[in-house]
């Protein structure tokens, strides 16, 4: 069973029907059920920093929003959502944050429901005056440190030295914050402060890796630095060996609440004599009396020194890799499941097979052999060529008669070119208008008669030409004496063609009323089937001239 409150499920109810996307997964996102934030309503929320038509003030203002509830519950599940997005988003959404003169203001947050409420009301606290410190460290470098390039060509090593002066306190700041979590093992008692954590865990170890290399650098550069440069950078390196003992105790409780021993880093202090040259090579500079050294036991001291330090960066190096390693072979291992669902649904429901001419459906084991009705298709007949002729079949109930050719040239010149091939056309082939004769009685009888021709019962006594041919049959070579029997076939007479419409005017009468009178009636209009296929030929020969021409 769910463990949504009843305000969680009004609350997403209400944001389903105002259609906000955005407001529906935060809110399912920060519920009050005690457990860490969904994957897949993070991951959405991700989604939604990459997409450039989504209102990214409006995804901040509705996470601090889930900020002002009551509740512990739904408060630290905002803050851990923030957190995930700040970390795996798009840069867009912390450059906001950074952009905003105020974040979290949770200094005096306590949830008195119950004694859990007051032990997490002190991590929510802490909790948010990280992520207030994160988003202003980017706002003054305009870079997060746990994103930044590592390496001998990273950021961190290559900055010079007045801007690595200025950056490594703004590093040293937020991993003091940082660290101010202070959680112990047997505190991590639920799975929401399990999921924050988690981030700080993470975080710890990619902020501690930069500053490790700003250590690094600094070192490189101490002995070439002015007197107030190295008075000021023995400062910063006493504190990062204080910061290093408080990492390592931070490292030693994520290792107690079950966090595989491969993902922490190994942590490498310089040696102690390292300390005690910088501290000589200061007071040198200020003029006081030190142990005579020299350069090279000083070069000594300090690649000693670096190798330790590095060592430690590689180690962070080698727990970046095997993360990006994990995620990748997570992500595999989706995209394999879904590909395997995708499988297994199409053997469910096969698809259809179809074809041009007539449509089958193999649905549910039976076979419809029907055609397909298609309301945006041009009806298609075959009549012995091997492409399509279109035909006006679409008005239900016509008159056969009615039914009139209307012949694409395109089509009907492939058409005509379908039987023969190039080679077969020798000039013994009378030709008109550029296509050959044999072509055009085919077309004459599979098409115009084919279809113009009416049903007539064959009589065993029909009349013969002189020529010893039937007297409808089509004459070869011979346009016009073609055209006049299919005109004769279809009983118009000798070919002339009569007025189809007959309009019958009433006289005038005077409506004077009694037995004398006679309602008006409506004008008559006679069709005359046998006109219009006529008309129809008569726009067929232009077109055939026409295809003459262009061949």
Known sequence: MSGQSITDRITAAQHSVTGSAISKTVCKATTHEIMGPKKKHLDYLIQCTNEMNVNIPQLADTLFERTANTSWVVVFKSLTATHHVMVYGNERFIQYLASRNTLFNLSNFLDKSGLQGYDMSTFIRRYSRYLNEKAVSYRQVAFDFTKVKRGSDGVMRTMNTE???????????????????????????????????????????????????????????????????CKEGLDIYKKFLTRMTRISEFLKVAEQVGIDRGDIPDLSQAPSSLLDALEQHLASLEGKKVKDSTAASRASTL?????????????????????????????????????????????????????????????????????????????????????????????????????????????????????????????????????????????????????????????????????????????????????ANLVGNLGIGNGTAKNDLHWSQPGEKKLTGGTNWQPKTAPSTTWNPATMVTSCLTRLVPLLGGISESN
């Open 303 to 483: 690649s000693n020194a670096v190798s330790s330090l590095a060592n430690t960066g590689i180690s962070f190096t080698k727990v970046d890799e095997r993360e990006k390693q994990a995620a990748l072979e997570e992500e595999q291992a989706r995209l394999k499941a879904l590909k395997d669902q995708r499988l297994k649904e199409l053997q469910k429901t096969p698809v259809p097979a179809t074809t041009d001419s007539s449509p089958v459906s193999t649905m549910g084991g039976t076979i419809n052999s029907a055609p397909a009705i298609d309301l945006f298709s041009t009806p298609s007949s075959n009549n012995g060529f091997g492409h399509n002729l279109y035909f006006r079949n679409d008005i239900p109930n016509a008159n056969p008669f009615l039914t009139l050719p209307v012949v694409d040239a395109v089509h009907l010149s492939m058409a005509l070119s379908d039987n023969d091939s190039l080679s077969s056309r020798t000039p013994s082939h009378e030709m008109f208008g550029g296509v050959d004769q044999l072509h055009l009685d085919s077309f004459y009888k599979h098409i115009l008669g084919g279809i113009l021709k009416p049903t007539v019962a064959s009589s065993p006594n029909q009349a013969l030409t002189p020529n010893g041919q039937q007297a409808n049959r089509l004459v070869s070579h011979d346009l016009d004496s073609s055209l």
């Open 163 to 229: 801007k690595l002066l200025k950056t490594i306190p703004i590093i040293q700041n937020q991993m003091d914050v940082l660290l101010d979590f202070n959680v112990n093992a047997n505190e991590l008692t639920n799975g929401v402060i399990n999921a924050a954590f988690m981030l700080l865990f993470k975080d710890a170890i990619r902020l501690f890796a930069a500053y490790n290399e700003g250590i690094i650098n600094l070192l490189e550069k101490y002995f070439d630095m002015k007197k107030v440069q």
